[in-house]
């Protein structure tokens, strides 16, 4: 039978078949999958070929092949620094939910979880959530930081998962696609879900109990099918946010600001750092790029890691 894994336990997967019903199947054996090292080798969103065998109360399944990707979010996990977890396969976009504080979200993994979208080809919105509590000065902030993201080419909407504010401008966005929530914990992707679909009810929860607990409120990555033709993939909160394996010189085309400006460069393989005559950095002098931008771009070049940074911020 061929269905879609709508979530992933550990050891076992959650698969709508074609024909609408729902199997737990799991894997058997060693499976791996071309090249990537993951912790995970089945994600939610893979297609999969099953076969069915009498379960001790029911049937359930056993996944013999995974239909190659379309695309996938990859990350670094946080603590194991050389094991990867795929996110979400076969996505049309996602969706990066961004506060200010409570928790904060700082640029630095904004870009580079914008990169990993680019690098996988993954269209990303920005939605600064929970505009509802946020001061005059904050607000500017968040006016900001939009048009800092928008001048980089990405769509920004400032948003109230709580009370509904701009939420019918993304559930318009949200027609007929597979759309994954990403963002740190807390900051309000299962509230989300739930304003555009309540019947849903998921669990969220206040950020000061889920801290004393030391655990997520969404523990794992979810696919559920909308009432309005679309697929929504909710996701336990993201901490650091590693990029995977990238050669120095693709990552520069994953800046689309910096893309769109390469051909005015002096070299045509220049990675606006050294060289002279660069468009990047002349645009940086002239205010065109941001800064931030920029540091994040040298900070992914250099390797460094990102986790130091939020875990400050995220116990
Ligand atoms: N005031 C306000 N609170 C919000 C808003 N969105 C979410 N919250 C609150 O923020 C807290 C966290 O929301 P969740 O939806 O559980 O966050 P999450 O991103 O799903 O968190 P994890 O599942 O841990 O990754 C809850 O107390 C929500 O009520 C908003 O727009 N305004
Ligand atoms: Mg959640
Ligand atoms: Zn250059």
């Not at 739930?194 to 019947?199: Q, V």
């Not at 696919?223 to 929504?232: E, Q, V």
């Not at 771009?297 to 911020?313: A, F, S, T």
């Amino acid at each position: 039978m061929q269905g879609t894994v709508y979530k992933s336990t550990g050891s076992w997967y959650h698969v709508k078949a074609d024909n609408g019903e729902f199997y737990e199947c799991r894997i058997k054996g060693k499976f791996r999958i071309q090249g990537i090292k993951s912790t995970n080798p089945v994600a939610v969103g893979d297609k999969v070929q099953f076969d069915l065998e009498e379960g001790v109360e029911e049937q359930t399944g056993v996944i013999k092949k995974i239909t190659e990707r379309e695309n996938y979010i990859i990350r670094k996990s946080v603590n194991l620094s050389k094991q990867t977890h795929i996110i979400a396969s076969n996505i049309d976009q996602v969706f990066l939910l961004i506060t200010l504080n409570n928790p904060p979200t700082l640029t630095t993994f904004i870009d580079r979880f914008l990169v990993t979208a680019e690098a996988y080809g993954i269209k990303a919105v920005l939605l600064f959530n929970k505009v509802d509590t946020y001061s005059i000065e904050e607000l500017a902030e968040v006016k900001y930081l939009a048009e800092l993201y928008r001048a980089a080419g990405y769509e920004c909407i400032g948003i109230s998962a709580k009370e509904g504010k701009n939420v019918d401008k993304v559930r318009e966005k949200m027609i007929g696609k597979t759309s994954m929530i990403s963002g740190h914990s807390g900051t309000g992707k299962s509230t989300l879900i739930n304003h555009i679909e309540p019947s849903l009810d998921l669990k969220t929860s206040e950020i000061s109990r889920q801290h004393s607990q030391g655990q997520h409120t969404t523990t794992f990555a979810e696919m559920f099918d909308l009432s309005f033709d679309a697929r929504i993939i909710d996701t336990p909160g993201i901490k650091g946010f590693g990029v995977v394996d990238m050669n120095r010189e693709e990552i520069r085309d994953y800046f689309p600001e910096f893309f769109e400006r390469k051909q005015d460069c002096k070299f045509h393989n220049c990675l606006h750092i050294e060289e002279p005559k660069c468009a990047i950095k002349d645009a940086l002098e002239e205010g065109e790029i941001a800064w931030s931008r920029y540091k994040s771009y040298l900070q992914i070049m250099e390797g460094e890691d990102d986790n130091y940074r939020v875990d400050q911020y995220q116990k």
